[in-house]
């Protein structure tokens, strides 16, 4: 509310400012230019008097006269002032007489021409020479422009400026409480969001490029700090929950054999036992430590040129090791003929990982039946499709399938955490990808995979 104020006020300041100055020159130039016309009006008539009524044997004087009335307007209060000067002496005289200024008297002697101003009354004189005589010549008036229209100019240009101030300061608030309202409306929505609703976003509803993409700017923020929520407050939780179980085999195992003495035997058993949830418990471990590492996109991780068929050839190696009875038929029909359309900015290790991850699945869940591998490529994306014959996801359950820990109710005979598929998911968008996953209970699930491609200079 404050800057909104400020702008408004210096918006009205701005303009009141160059209205005064604007205003005020033009009153003050024709107030000048008024004035000096005047003075040079009462001159024209002094020496127009002096003429036809001191040369009147060199010129007609009728005439002279005849040509002034007919030709110039008679001025307010218009009177002529005539005087012999024979010394400085008489214009002390004519002073008496005039009631005018000895000064100004003795400066028409002295300069032959001179002004006065007397309340609304405006005096020109000259001084005038004809057959060796000296005279001033003075005419005096009123300045009717400048006391009635100068005023009447000064007036409209108050009324005028205090009316558009008047207007200004509407319009300044006005603009300055729409250009602050999207912001207030911003600030009203981003004080409702809190960790309890960090799910909740800002309405773009805004066509102002800026305060759209302040708005798209904002969101995309929420959509990080959720996603970290989420991912700290998942692995809070649920690794809590998962590391109960293996912690608690180890401690009630160890906690009876030492009951009492035990054979050989016995404490082989249970120390494979032991070993065998200390394994699972470190797989959690690492596993989690993965997915949380994967759960922010500002993660510093260090990409190079990969071709995707190589990393694809790679992660069933590690199948192959891994699980020797996997079914895995690798599709090289649409492979591309350039060899630069396989080729992404990745991490080698996180991109081996999720597709391990990916083929694991498919071989698990389908028993190990066929699972066909597909790579493709557009211009911009390589595209990579995994399709099982295997259980499937339930499609109620589709919209938890990236939920860290779940696992689908139709998988409770399938070994496994519930972690494989969303650090996967966060693997594919570190590197800009989508992941895309369609599934049908007891005929199959597939997995679709787009990256995109990388620039570099092809030859």
């Known amino acids: ?44 008539r002094a020496k127009i008097s002096a003429k036809y009524n001191y040369d009147a044997d060199k010129i007609d004087a009728q005439s002279f006269k005849k040509i002034r009335e007919e030709n110039l307007e008679k001025l307010s209060e218009e009177k002529d002032y005539r005087f012999e000067v024979e010394s400085e002496e008489d214009l002390t005289t004519i002073s008496q007489k005039t009631t005018l200024p000895l000064s100004f008297l003795k400066e028409i002697l002295n300069k032959a021409k001179s002004t006065l101003q007397l309340n609304e ?36 240009i108050l009324v005028a400026v205090f009316l558009i101030v008047i207007f200004i300061t509407s319009l300044s608030f006005y603009f300055s409480k729409h250009i602050f309202d999207p912001i207030k409306s911003i600030t009203d929505s981003v004080k409702q969001i809190s960790t309890e609703n960090i799910h909740q976003r800002i309405e773009e509803k805004y066509n102002d490029n800026e305060i759209s993409q302040l708005i798209s700017t904002f969101n995309d923020l929420l959509n990080r700090l959720e996603t970290s929520f989420e991912t700290q407050k998942n692995f809070v939780s649920n690794a809590s929950h998962e590391f109960g179980t293996p912690l608690t085999s180890i401690m009630g195992e160890a906690e009876v054999m030492l009951m009492k003495e035990r054979t050989p ?20 471990t690492q596993t989690l430590l993965y997915l949380a590492q994967t759960g922010y996109s500002n993660k510093k991780v260090n990409f190079e040129i990969l071709r995707t068929d190589e990393l694809l050839w790679q992660a069933k190696g590690i199948i192959d090791k891994l699980n020797p009875k996997n079914n895995i038929i690798i599709d090289f029909s649409l492979l591309p003929e350039n060899p630069f359309k396989l080729k992404v900015m990745g991490n080698k290790q996180l991109l081996s990982l999720a597709f391990t991850n990916l083929l694991s699945n498919a071989c698990k869940y389908s028993s190990n039946k066929p699972v066909n591998v597909s790579i493709a490529s557009s211009d911009t994306q390589v595209f990579l499709i995994i399709k099982d014959q295997g259980i499937g996801i339930p499609e109620s359950e589709m919209q938890f399938i ?23 998911r966060n693997i594919i968008k570190i590197h800009n990808g989508q992941l895309n996953v369609t599934s049908i209970v007891n005929e199959g699930t597939t997995v679709q995979i787009k990256l995109p491609l990388a620039n570099i200079q092809k030859y």
């Open 1 to 44: 509310m404050k800057t909104q104020l400020k702008i408004a006020l210096v918006l009205i300041l701005t303009n009141v400012i160059i209205l005064l100055l604007l205003g005020g020159s033009i009153y003050y130039f024709l107030y000048n230019y008024s004035y000096t016309d005047f003075y040079k009006r009462l001159e024209t």
């Open 121 to 156: 009354t405006f005096y020109t004189g000259i001084r005038y020479n004809s057959n060796n005589k000296q005279y001033i010549v003075i005419v005096s008036a009123k300045n009717y422009y400048a006391s009635h229209h100068l005023i009447f100019m000064r007036n409209i």
């Open 265 to 284: 035997e016995e404490y082989q058993q249970s120390l494979t036992s032991i070993l065998g949830q200390a394994e699972r418990l470190n797989q959690i």
């Open 402 to 424: 990236y939920d860290p820990f779940f696992r689908a109710s139709n998988t409770r005979h399938f070994e496994g955490y519930g972690i494989g598929l969303p650090l996967t």
